[in-house]
């Protein structure tokens, strides 16, 4: 389902003489003022934040006509980060500028839609050069009593999907690894040889030297790159980058497809696509975040760390443990929680969770999960018997019977695990026996 947010900007966003005024909305304040400074890498930078919007307008998966989604822009000391998922909620992209990427301050913290309309991209297109160019993030300055007469107001239908999808890409991209960088010059090569948009296969990249091999077999290294074409959006950062860094779970021979991070670096910003393990899966589905937004215990561990997080740019978990009295299991534990409301991301540049409140109701996610609202309602009803490694769930007329593998993971009589085999998170009666107490965690 979707719902309809009102986003009001003052004006729209724009590249003027004095630079580029990118207009925001929401936040812990009416239209924030993040930043205002210059950059460092103007083309660079206009290429970047064009992918990131290209990325929230494209859907990668049986395309239809462009979406109107607007990006989301976070505020934190010394990083400003945009993001956005695609309207098929497969890709996920962000742009990371770093202090070396601006000259100016942070003014502000907080997380927001931005405007990034068709003649902004048209502005950012023509960028080039070296001279810095100059970003407000935000109005100059704002009155209550000038707002009615100047602001622009857009409904746009933003789906629950983006909120599913960040709690879940921060859970998958945790347990992510570097496993390639090459540099720029063999990654243009490499992605000019990729397929088209239209190829939907899944192909694995392997490292060989200083560029990535192509294989259709995983095998104990590679990475997952399931419909190549979604990497379009890197080609426009190529001619500014240093270096391609690929990152993603540890895969084996026989592995089902994965998820994967691809990421341009060019000193000063860094901009990543997160893919979808297969081109017609969604991140909003992927069930990773599950356990977490089940789980009872780690509720008042997510609301103690949730009050001790400041802005900072990436998140200290050795710290929060010391001020919260906490071991760093259970704060790892609560962060997963909090990403599940969008509290948190994770950069697997910087193997670290950042802060961010999205503007969405905290509690969306959860209630919008089928699975889970399933699961509530088994425990509700009492329909879960356990038995050492074993548990039955009584399902309408049905009994499903669970067994606890050596992994950890439970196997399901049901059809859902039957179809997936685990690879989409539990089913809802596994989730259920995590709920009333199994004796073993339940894992995705």
Sequence with gaps: ???????????????????????????????????????????????????????????????????????????????????????????????DVGPAGFDGAVVGHGTTNVDVNPPLREALARVGGIEPLHLAVGPDDLTVSTMDGAVVERKVPLPGRWLRGFAEVHVLTAGFEPRAEIPAAEAATFLRRLPGASDRSVLWAVPAGRTLRLTSRPAPGAVC????????????????AHTLRVYG????????????????????LRL???????????????????????????????????????????????ALADAAGLPDDRVRAALAQLGTAGRVGYDVAEAAYFHRVMPYDAGRAERDNPRLIGARTLVERGAVRTDGDHAT???GDEDYRLRRLPD????????????????RGPCRHALAVSMVGAPAEVTA
């Design 225 to 240: 790159l399931a419909g190549a074409g979604r990497l379009a959006a890197l080609r426009g950062l190529l001619r500014h």
């Design 272 to 318: 990543s696509v997160t893919l979808s393990p297969e081109p017609y899966r969604g991140f909003s589905g992927e069930g990773a975040a599950l356990l977490a937004l089940a789980g009872d215990e780690v509720i008042d561990d997510a609301e103690l760390i949730g009050a001790l997080l400041s802005w900072d740019p990436t998140i200290d978990v050795a």
């Design 1 to 95: 389902m979707n719902a309809v947010q009102t986003y009001r900007y003052l004006a729209p966003s724009a590249l003027r003489d004095a630079g580029l005024d990118l207009q925001t909305s929401g936040g812990p304040t009416a239209n924030p003022r993040f930043f205002s400074g210059f950059l460092t890498t103007p083309a660079a930078a206009a290429a970047g934040l064009l992918a990131v919007a290209e990325v929230a307008r494209s859907r990668y998966h049986r395309p239809v006509s462009p979406a109107s989604l607007d990006p989301v822009v976070t505020g934190s000391r010394a990083r400003l980060r945009f993001e956005s998922f695609s309207g098929c909620c497969g890709v996920y992209a962000r742009m």
């Design 408 to 423: 950890g993971t439970f196997t399901c009589s049901c059809r859902w695990w039957a179809k997936h085999r685990g690879q």
């Design 393 to 395: 769930v009584r399902s």
């Design 249 to 268: 779970p540890a895969a084996r021979a026989g592995s089902p497809a994965l998820p994967s991070t691809w990421e341009l670096d060019t000193g000063s």
